[in-house]
């Protein structure tokens, strides 16, 4: 019966972990950049595998820690590259693609030779 307590106890904060941050960071995020509902609407944005940061909430963690204001701290690490992808933060989110993650990257149209000649033209 103590282990079964035990159990319930321990779904329960896990349970309030996640909906804490959810309802934390994520709001603010979300009302930030207006990606309620949006693919960005997510844990992962700032989280790898079980709850870790990725680079993105890594750099959001470090500005968020020296200004004491999620907004703030967003705001701040709009101009960082912090998957190293060569995008900043900012337009992938305003592209919708997770700047934590080096492998979600803005998508790249084609380009014909002729639309190249043209530029010298």
Same mark, same amino acid.
């Given at each position: 019966?103590?282990? +079964? @307590? !035990?159990? *319930? *106890? +321990?779904?329960?904060?896990?349970?309030?972990? =996640?909906? +804490?941050?959810?309802?934390?960071? #994520?709001?603010?995020?979300?009302?930030?950049?207006?990606?309620?509902?949006?693919? #960005?609407? /997510?844990?992962?944005?700032?989280?790898? %595998? =079980?709850?870790?940061? /990725? %680079?993105?909430? *890594?750099?959001?963690?470090?500005?968020? !820690?020296? #200004?004491?204001?999620?907004?703030?701290?967003?705001?701040?690490?709009?101009?960082?590259? %912090?998957?190293?992808? @060569?995008?900043?933060?900012?337009?992938?989110? /305003?592209?919708?693609?997770? $700047?934590?993650? $080096? *492998? =979600? /990257? +803005? $998508?790249?149209? $084609?380009?014909?030779?002729?639309?190249?000649?043209?530029?010298?033209?």
């Amino acid at each position: 019966m103590r282990k +079964l @307590g !035990l159990i *319930a *106890a +321990l779904f329960i904060f896990v349970s309030f972990v =996640s909906v +804490l941050g959810r309802s934390g960071y #994520l709001r603010t995020f979300n009302t930030l950049y207006g990606t309620t509902g949006e693919t #960005l609407d /997510n844990c992962v944005t700032c989280h790898g %595998s =079980s709850y870790t940061f /990725n %680079s993105y909430g *890594a750099d959001f963690d470090t500005k968020f !820690l020296e #200004l004491g204001n999620q907004t703030d701290a967003f705001k701040a690490i709009e101009s960082f590259d %912090s998957d190293k992808d @060569g995008d900043t933060n900012i337009i992938e989110i /305003n592209t919708g693609t997770f $700047p934590g993650n $080096p *492998a =979600s /990257n +803005l $998508p790249v149209e $084609p380009v014909t030779w002729g639309q190249i000649k043209s530029l010298f033209e």
